[in-house]
């Protein structure tokens, strides 16, 4: 019997040549941006607390702001909200049953979600820079 079992379980198990579906992809990234965008708060709530703090708190956050570096965690901040939006929506669609459940409607969604974000994400880019 153990030996039947060692036979149907899968040979590989490299993660690097893995072809993950789109819809895998969808769903990892959507737990990572949900985690960016949990520590970004942080980032963000301490900065506004240096602006707010006085004048020249204002001034100081407006420095760090100016940075090509810190723009560009910025743009990375906003893109990973984007998608995470962009993904909350989609599952509230699919719970909601305007997007049928089923392997097409789930790609395709995907595929929208992510193609939606690279252009809100080039928007950010626009806007930050």
């Not at 072809?19 to 992809?25: E, K, L």
């Not at 703090?53 to 560009?72: L, Q, Y």
Request: net charge neutral.
């Amino acid at each position: 019997m153990s030996e039947t079992v060692k036979k149907q379980r899968p040979v590989n198990l490299d993660l690097q040549t893995i072809q993950f579906p789109v819809t895998a992809i969808a769903s990892i990234l959507h737990r990572v941006s949900g985690v960016i965008t949990f520590v970004a708060v942080g980032i963000l709530l301490w900065l506004l607390g240096i602006s707010l703090s006085s004048p020249e708190g204002f001034a100081h956050a407006a420095a760090i702001m100016d940075s090509f570096f810190v723009k560009f965690i910025f743009w990375g901040i906003l893109t990973a909200l984007a998608y995470h939006t962009c993904g909350g929506i989609r599952h509230l669609l699919m719970d909601f049953g305007v997007i049928e459940e089923s392997l097409a409607a789930g790609k395709m969604s995907a595929y929208i979600t992510i193609g939606l974000t690279v252009v809100l994400s080039v928007l950010a880019g626009v806007f930050v820079g």
